[in-house]
């Protein structure tokens, strides 16, 4: 009993639990709400496939989602609740989770850059998109080429993040200098990467302006 209060304070005690209470899901999901990872590396591999002790450890810290089984790692509710609490979570989700719209914006929403651990689906998707590049202009590296060219995109990624003109496309450069100069020869511009860093630059700051 006295071991049974304990755990719930402080769950690295767990190590020093009977087999029966580290066999108990609810003194294991006390444990990891206060231990984390501490707790949950002296609980049996199989609370690792229990939905209710890895919701109160990813709760707690949502990079513990790098534990659970694959099962609960294709869970939405137990995902969401990983990716809202740490973007970094979206890393260890399932393939299909990196597909899913609404988890990849949950996580999108706390750092524009978790965009990176995204599916190429959904960095073709332009809703998640702009929640990543509206949170963080920089997240622009990892959209799709196309959106990378898309004028609401760049456009928002540039008022967040003036830098993340070093990402937009050469069709963008062209477009926004032909309609900056009304020139046709801005079609036919080739530039080195060098210069073009520095033209972007100056393009960005001539639209955001």
């Not at 477009?175 to 036919?188: D, E, G, H, I, K």
């Not at 080195?192 to 302006?209: I, L, Q």
Request: aromatic fraction near 8%; charged fraction near 20%; include cysteine.
């Amino acid at each position: 009993m006295v071991l049974h209060i304990a755990v719930r304070k402080k769950g690295f005690v767990l190590e020093y639990a009977s087999d029966e209470l580290k066999n108990n899901e609810l003194v294991v999901a006390a444990a990891v709400a206060n231990g984390g990872n501490s707790a949950l590396k002296f609980a049996p591999d199989e609370m690792r496939n229990n939905k209710l002790v890895m919701t109160f450890a990813v709760a707690g810290n949502g990079y513990m989602l790098q534990y659970a089984s694959d099962k609960l790692k294709n869970d939405v509710q137990v995902v969401t609740i990983a990716v809202k609490k740490d973007w970094l979570a979206l890393k260890y989700v399932s393939d299909k989770m990196k597909n899913s719209e609404p988890v990849v914006t949950a996580a999108v929403s706390q750092n524009g850059y978790a965009l990176v651990f995204a599916s190429r689906e959904i960095q073709n998707n332009e809703r998640v998109v702009s929640v990543a590049v509206t949170q963080n202009g920089d997240a622009l590296q990892f959209a799709s080429s196309k959106l990378k060219g898309n004028f609401g995109i760049v456009m928002t990624a540039l008022r967040q993040e003036p830098l993340a003109c070093k990402h937009i496309s050469q069709e963008f450069i062209i477009a926004a200098m032909a309609q900056q100069y009304n020139s046709t020869a801005a079609t036919l511009l080739v530039v080195s990467p060098s210069k073009r860093r520095k033209r972007n630059w100056d393009t960005a700051m001539k639209v955001t302006s």
